[in-house]
């Protein structure tokens, strides 16, 4: 038989909300036990009971101390891992912008071939074109030539 639909809710009757507090806190620490044993990991349970001033360790405070400072030393150690929010987006950021920069680059040179071809089927240059633009196209006719000359060299 199938359970019925549990209502998530505060149960307001004391001896009730007492009865299934003890009976998940049961059910939690069993499921702890079997994750430790079943996946060979270290693992520890703190439940704090609102009904008394005790809080249930499991498996005992040593265990638990242990599982607890070594989770901390393992923070430690992959510190470069962790990242918050404004890490995060500030890596995402610097990442966008080296892919922006590599892309202008890149248009940059197809502009300049471009210009370069326009001009070789006897179009002029455009007046726009800079100083530093046109040091530009004349790296990118000496590298054109470089390639061609050394393609003839490799057939010859």
């Known amino acids: ?3 019925k639909k549990v209502n998530l809710a505060y149960i307001a009757d004391d001896a009730a909300r007492k009865a299934t507090f003890k009976k998940r806190k049961k059910g939690i620490i069993k499921k702890v036990s079997e994750l430790t044993i079943l996946c060979g ?4 349970a703190i439940i704090s009971n609102p009904f008394d001033s005790k809080t249930e360790v499991w498996p005992d405070p040593d265990g638990a101390k242990q599982v607890i400072e070594r989770y901390q030393n393992a923070s430690v150690i992959d510190e470069s891992k962790n990242v918050n929010q404004e ?16 892309q202008r680059q890149e248009n940059r040179e197809k502009e300049m071939t471009l210009s370069m071809l326009q001009y ?37």
């Open 1 to 3: 038989m199938t359970r």
């Open 41 to 44: 990991i270290q693992a520890c």
């Open 87 to 102: 890490s995060f987006i500030m890596q995402r950021i610097a990442k966008a912008q080296d892919q922006l920069k590599k």
């Open 120 to 156: 070789i089927h006897g179009e002029p240059l455009p007046d726009k074109l800079t100083v530093e633009e046109l040091k530009d196209l004349d790296k990118l006719i000496e590298k054109n030539m470089k390639e061609i000359e050394n393609k003839m060299a490799a057939l010859n």
